[in-house]
Every structure is written in structure tokens, then in C-alpha cells.
T-cell receptor, first 117, second 115 residues
Framework: DAGVIQSPRHEVTEMGQEVTLRCKPISGHDYLFWYRQTMMRGLELLIYFNNNVPIDDSGMPEDRFSAKMPNASFSTLKIQPSEPRDSAVYFC???????????????FGPGTRLTVL | GNSVTQMEGPVTLSEEAFLTINCTYTATGYPSLFWYVQYPGEGLQLLLKATKADDKGSNKGFEATYRKETTSFHLEKGSVQVSDSAVYFCALRDPASGGSYIPTFGRGTSLIVHP
């Protein structure tokens, strides 16, 4: 398996622009997570999905942030409009889930480094 | 609520030195405990885990023992290599908490190993 795939790997944009980050989870995984990592705040959970349904979005910082999972193999995180304080590395992770004796290990993608000027 | 506390870094060691990174936790129930490692420019990856008291997780020469009495899960390695330079995250998943599938991560501890 190719692992969790994220695109783009780097994004530089100007304040006020819309940014869309993309994630393809590992096939067969039931859970998908979006995280943000900064030096100041560490690793923050933004939102997670179970079987394509958003379960907890309490970590989404503002209404400017939205996430969707239209099917089991694709998710997006959108920031509109973007601001300089959104600059961070955004990670997507997927997990099989514990059903059927599987594991709760999280598998992270390589991240998208976002810079908002 | 749940929390994970790690020693602040960076931890700087010479090659072949002994490593300990401390991790303590607070949880409502009986959590599973994890160590993840993040190499430069990459995402986190699981290093080891333990699911019950006195379990020892081990991988790549790293070990950590689930100590329920001290609520700790310290990471150790007998002889570090330059290639171990990375950020190490302690984490827990507490099945007793609401939102029980959400893991709680520590802030991470940076390890720098010099030749």
C-alpha cells in the first residue's frame, strides 16, 4: 500500500486566498483525521471522520475552516479566506479502527506545509 | 480530561549514549499508550505501543513499559545513533472517555544525536 497520500506537499499563497488540501487515506481504514502542527501549539486535532461521517470538529479553529469526506478514498480541508496565522504543517492520518480485531494505530501522511503571506 | 506530559527538549546526546524520554499521563479510564516518531520533513509514525499495565512495547532498540502505578510510559534506548535524531511523541487513547477514539498527544520531545 502507498500509505496516506497528501497533496500538495507545499503551498504558498497570499492572505485572503482559498486553500484546499487533499488527502487519500489507506484503503480499508475506517477513520480519517486532520491535524495541524505548529511550533507554538504543537500537534492539534482539527476534525475526524468515521466511515466518511464527521464525528468531532471541535478542533476546527474558525468558520473559515471546513472539511469534507465525499467517499472513503478522499478528503479535503479547505481554508477560505486564508490568513498568515494559518501557516503550519497540516497532516492527514487514517486508522483501521478496532472492529474485527484491527488496530487503533494512526498512519500519517507526509503533510502539507502551508505558508500564507 | 486526558493529558500527556513529556519532558521538554531538545535532548542532545552523543552517539552510543543512553536515552530516556519521560512521559506521564492522566486518563479517565485504562488507556492504550503509544510512542510515535517524526523524522525531519515526514509525518508521525508508530514506534511502539502497550495496551495494559506492565506491558513492554519495543521496536528498533527502543523500549517503554506501561507503569500504571506511576502513570508513566518512559521511552528508553541503550545506545542511540545519529539516525535516531527526530521528534518523539507520547500519546494515549482512552476508551473510557467521550470521543474515545480520539488520541491525545504530548507536545513532542526533540532528540539530537551528535556523532
Amino acid at each position: 500500500d502507498a500509505g496516506v497520500i497528501q497533496s500538495p506537499r507545499h503551498e504558498v499563497t497570499e492572505m485572503g486566498q482559498e486553500v484546499t488540501l487533499r488527502c487519500k487515506p489507506i484503503s480499508g481504514h475506517d477513520y480519517l483525521f486532520w491535524y495541524r502542527q505548529t511550533m507554538m501549539r504543537g500537534l492539534e486535532l482539527l476534525i475526524y471522520f468515521n466511515n466518511n461521517v464527521p464525528i468531532d470538529d471541535s478542533g476546527m479553529p474558525e468558520d473559515r475552516f471546513s472539511a469534507k469526506m465525499p467517499n472513503a478514498s478522499f478528503s479535503t480541508l479547505k481554508i477560505q479566506p486564508s490568513e498568515p496565522r494559518d501557516s503550519a504543517v497540516y497532516f492527514c492520518a487514517s486508522s483501521p479502527g478496532l472492529a474485527g480485531g484491527r488496530t487503533d494505530t494512526q498512519y500519517f501522511g507526509p503533510g502539507t506545509r502551508l505558508t500564507v503571506l | 480530561g486526558n493529558s500527556v506530559t513529556q519532558m521538554e527538549g531538545p535532548v542532545t546526546l552523543s552517539e552510543e549514549a543512553f536515552l530516556t524520554i519521560n512521559c506521564t499521563y492522566t486518563a479517565t479510564g485504562y488507556p492504550s499508550l503509544f510512542w510515535y516518531v517524526q523524522y525531519p520533513g515526514e509525518g508521525l509514525q508508530l514506534l511502539l505501543k502497550a495496551t495494559k499495565a506492565d506491558d513492554k512495547g519495543s521496536n528498533k532498540g527502543f523500549e517503554a513499559t506501561y507503569r500504571k502505578e506511576t502513570t508513566s510510559f518512559h521511552l528508553e534506548k541503550g545506545s542511540v545513533q545519529v539516525s535516531d535524531s527526530a521528534v518523539y511523541f507520547c500519546a494515549l487513547r482512552d476508551p473510557a472517555s467521550g470521543g474515545s477514539y480520539i488520541p491525545t498527544f504530548g507536545r513532542g520531545t526533540s532528540l539530537i544525536v551528535h556523532p
